[in-house]
């Protein structure tokens, strides 16, 4: 299978990583905004075709399918753009930053029948697999999760500590992991509240949110996010359920008490992303629809427009 991928920064690298465990596929051109750094990601993984056009590298002979780890603002036009070419997407998280673009991805991938997947890592990791999987089986319901996701961004800069060209959202990014988690975890979200801090005089976004979620099952959720946390940085999420309470940290999981897990038989591997572009590539082997489609996380999205209306009321 040739694959394309277009945003060669950090979490570019991330899933080029992933994609090299994998059978059968090739990663045959590489697409970022400047030329000179994206042949050098090119070059570190024997990728034959670098390009700064999305265009071109989906012009490539023989291109199946594509990952699109480009900034946020892009996201949704690409997807179309991918989808209208032919081609299966993986759209790294968040699918879209309005609405409106996100159920266009949503029409245009029911039209084509092309497999359209979305990167809600968190489906993934096989710290949260573990407490799905007691969920599946009848052994766990949740009762409340509590997750704080903290970053230190005062300045625009991406994962690897390096300036970015664009600015990342609390709301339609970072949120839209818990929003969706906790709704595959806990069932349907039917009510969803949302405050937050000022706002960056120069990025104009707000620096601190704080969200409330609840399902139809009951459970509940309270999300702290943060751009002015100066710490351990990342998501850490609280299961608090009726047989037993967990922590999870991205791929790693303990008990309420800090007492490790063992998640070496729960999948194939322990990297998340990896995991997520296995099932992208399962699922177009097999003509399915894969786990996290966009059709799967469209809900979050809708909450996420909700929150997004009940904060611009409150300003």
């Keep these: 299978m040739k694959i394309a991928l277009a945003g060669a920064g950090a979490f570019g690298e991330k899933h080029l990583d992933g994609l090299k465990k994998i059978d059968g596929v090739e990663v045959i051109s590489v697409v970022g905004r400047n030329l000179e750094p994206t042949q050098a990601v090119a070059a570190k993984y024997g990728i034959g075709h670098a390009t700064t056009e999305l265009a071109e590298a989906l012009d490539q002979p023989g291109l199946d399918a594509v990952i699109l780890c480009t900034p946020t ?74 997750v704080q996701t903290y970053f230190f961004r005062r300045k625009n800069i991406n994962a690897k500590g390096e300036p970015r060209s664009w600015t990342d959202h609390l709301l339609w990014h970072h949120a839209a992991h818990t929003v969706d988690l906790f709704a595959y975890q806990a069932g349907p979200i039917v009510q969803a509240n949302a405050i937050e801090g000022p706002h960056h005089p120069e990025l104009g976004i707000a620096m601190d949110m704080s969200i409330q979620l609840k399902a139809e099952s009951g459970a509940i959720c309270t999300l702290s996010l943060s751009f002015n946390n100066d710490g351990p940085l990342g998501t850490f999420f609280r299961y608090i359920g009726d047989t037993g309470t967990w922590i999870a940290r991205y791929d790693d999981l303990v008990t309420g008490k800090e007492e490790p ?15 997520q572009d296995r099932e992208f590539i399962a699922a177009i082997r097999e003509g399915r629809e894969p786990n996290s489609s966009v059709a799967q996380v469209m809900p979050c999205y809708r909450v996420l427009d909700a929150l997004e209306k009940q904060l611009e009321a409150a300003r």
């Design 261 to 275: 897990i063992d998640l070496s038989g729960v999948a194939v591997s322990n990297n998340g992303i990896e995991l």
């Design 73 to 146: 603002q892009l996201h949704a036009a690409q997807a179309l753009q991918c989808l209208e070419a032919g081609k299966h997407v993986q759209v790294e998280i968040p699918l879209c930053d309005s609405l409106a673009d996100g159920e266009a991805v949503l029409k245009k991938s029911q039209e084509t029948g092309l497999v359209a997947m979305v990167g809600h890592t968190r489906r993934f990791n096989p710290s949260h697999q573990y407490v799905h999987n007691k969920i599946v089986a009848g052994e766990l319901n949740i009762q409340q999760m509590d």
